[in-house]
């Protein structure tokens, strides 16, 4: 069975710091590209980052540059999306999904690929 395991949301104050995971299972986690896409209340869902377990290539929508960090374990197939100094602006839904990589995919590109696979959604909510 697929899954995608999101865990580390939960509820910071502005400047503050949160660590997502994502854990994943019953595929092949180097041959997919991982990350992670938002959707606030009222907005449509965005593309956050994303990395290839191949290459360790990264993508980053310009609202997060410099503040978030993407990295990923191969050996416990997990990507981690480090976020610094958050803002009320990126109070969240936040959801990792998987993009096959066999067809060759450019990580920059992530979110305009259609997922193969989406984990179950955390919250991230950051205080003013």
């Known amino acids: 069975e697929v899954q995608l395991q999101a865990s580390g949301g939960g509820l910071v104050q502005a400047g503050g710091s949160l660590r997502l995971s994502c854990a994943a299972s019953?595929?092949?986690?180097?041959?997919?590209?991982i990350g992670w896409f938002r959707q606030a209340p009222g907005k449509e869902r965005e593309g956050v980052s994303a990395i290839s377990s191949r290459d360790e290539s990264t993508y980053y929508a310009d609202s997060v540059k410099g503040r978030f960090t993407i990295s990923s374990d191969n050996a416990k197939n997990t990507v981690y999306l480090q976020m610094n100094s958050l803002k009320p602006e990126d109070t969240a839904v936040y959801y990792c999904?998987?993009?096959?990589?066999?067809?060759?995919?450019?990580?920059?590109?992530?979110?305009?690929?259609?997922?193969?696979?989406w984990g179950k959604g955390t919250q991230v909510t950051v205080s003013s």
């Open positions: 999904a998987a993009v096959s990589q066999l067809g060759g995919i450019t990580i920059a590109l992530f979110d305009h690929y259609g997922m193969d696979y």
């Open positions: 019953g595929f092949s986690f180097d041959d997919y590209a």
